[in-house]
């Protein structure tokens, strides 16, 4: 079993529609949780941080973790052509040296 | 808005030749990473840099790697002896010390391809 999983899609919405990215894990050790987007042959951008469990909102993004089913969530409100991009989840080990393990990553594409 | 730089963008080189890859973390960022990206696959961990020595490192971060902050500002990715298999794009990263520093930066990139 991978310890991140994350559909890689294609995902793809018309433009303003509400976007629902989602990402597994298996080890329950992982405290730490981001998102990142990335654009073609770009270097990751990173979207939202959150710790534990709960909910985080920037913006048209909301990040929500579920730690007792291991699931992580990233909501796109009104999304934009501009949003296109793969949208990566990647997650830290509580007491680990920072280490980032990513997911696959899940490409969306917003169509006007 | 401070930001991660890397050069070469883009570094082509022979089997077997050395490279050196080079970034310059945000200026107030203490911890340091290198990660790579296969085309078409996840990125991967390659290894934490932080007070001028490796923290962690991850199995692909063998003999042939190494790293080194040679000055106050430049943090490098040496390979000494390329081979087919490490072309791909090489991500630096850089957080800071305190509160935020699982929050990871990541440059724009250098693309190495070995022939």
């Known amino acids: 079993q991978k310890e991140v999983e994350q559909d890689p899609g294609p995902l793809s919405v018309p433009e303003g529609a509400i976007v629902s990215l989602n990402c597994t894990y298996s080890n329950s050790a992982f405290q730490y949780f981001m998102w990142y987007r990335q654009y073609s042959r770009k270097g990751p951008e990173l979207l939202m941080y959150t710790y534990s469990s709960g909910n985080k909102e920037d913006g048209r993004f909301t990040a929500q973790v579920d730690k007792s089913s291991k699931y992580i969530s990233l909501f796109i409100r009104d999304s934009q052509p501009s949003d296109s991009a793969t949208y990566l989840c990647a997650m830290i080990l509580s007491g680990g040296y920072n280490k980032l393990i990513f997911g696959a990553g899940t490409r969306l594409a917003v169509h006007p | 808005e401070p930001e991660v730089t890397q050069t070469p963008s883009h570094q082509v080189t022979q089997m077997g030749q050395e490279v050196i890859l080079r970034c310059v973390p945000i200026?107030?960022?203490?911890?340091f990473y290198w990660y790579r990206q296969i085309l078409g696959q996840k990125v991967e961990f390659l290894v934490s840099f932080y007070n001028n020595e490796i923290s962690e490192k991850s199995e692909i971060f063998d003999d042939q790697f190494s790293v080194e902050r040679p000055d106050g500002s430049n943090f490098t990715l040496k390979i000494r002896s390329t081979k087919l298999e490490d072309s791909a794009m090489y991500f630096c990263a850089s957080s800071e010390s305190s509160g935020g520093h699982y929050e990871q930066y990541f440059g724009p990139g250098t693309r190495l391809t070995v022939t």
């Open positions: 200026s107030n960022h203490l911890y």
